[in-house]
């Protein structure tokens, strides 16, 4: 149950920011299974939606040349390989070393072939096909293949893991202080909790006072030097 649990949890982990990562003016779907070389289907409709229309091949084409330009199309081999990264990490724990290599060459020809990475793209350009008509689509091309556009795609991915990183910094240390204020209702916090850097240190043993009834340490006495020899020669 645990090993299940862990996976699931490196699964949604690795989703969020993959897909969070999707350039601006675009959707992120989840990805889909299908059999390879087939065209994924389209998102179940809710009921009383009208049908799906078929998607113009002209129109899927200008899609398609969105999602490579923006980068968007590798999207399926990034979650793949972060997907397998985990479970190589998850497994690497959970079964014996020499195990390992055959156990993650299983998976990953069985991986590769439940859900291909083209699988995220075809499921995809339903998606924004019915967000986007022909003209938007034509007009995120021209602006993705200008030199600002291109500039957008290199540095954006970075820009959204570095904010993300920030932001997740701020918000630990924020709950980090708040279980501290909370440490005198819940004593066991603190055992919980690291260190706080901003609270005094704890004097040295050595210099608290003995307890009352006791008597203090006695020192031993300091011994007296002896006189160093004359070395003043005999009178005659």
Request: a neutral charge.
């Amino acid at each position: 149950m645990k090993l299940s649990i862990a996976l699931i949890a490196a699964i949604l982990f690795f989703a969020g920011p993959a897909m969070a990562q999707t350039q601006p003016g675009t959707t992120a779907p989840a990805a889909a299974q299908h059999t390879p070389g087939t065209k994924a289907p389209a998102a179940a409709s809710a009921p009383g939606d009208k049908p799906a229309e078929k998607l113009d091949s002209a129109k899927e084409a200008a899609i398609r040349h969105l999602m490579d330009i923006t980068e968007t199309s590798k999207m399926g081999d990034n979650l793949n390989a972060a997907i397998t990264r985990q479970v190589h990490e998850v497994m690497g724990k959970a079964i014996p070393q020499d195990q390992l290599p055959k156990f993650m060459e299983t998976f990953s020809q069985k991986f590769a072939v439940a859900a291909p990475s083209s699988a995220v793209t075809d499921s995809m350009v339903p998606v924004y096909a019915k967000n986007f008509t022909m003209e938007d689509i034509q007009g995120l091309i021209k602006f993705y293949e200008s030199p600002l556009g291109q500039q957008v795609v290199k540095v954006m991915p970075g820009v959204v893991q570095q904010s993300q990183a920030s932001g997740a910094a701020i918000d630990q240390k924020a709950a980090i202080s708040t279980l501290r204020s909370m440490s005198e209702e819940y004593p066991q916090l603190k055992q919980m909790l690291p260190p706080d850097p901003s609270a005094p240190p704890e004097p040295a043993p050595s210099t608290l006072a003995p307890a009352p009834g006791t008597a203090a340490p006695q020192t031993a006495p300091t011994p007296t030097p002896k006189p160093a020899p004359s070395t003043a020669p005999p009178q005659r």
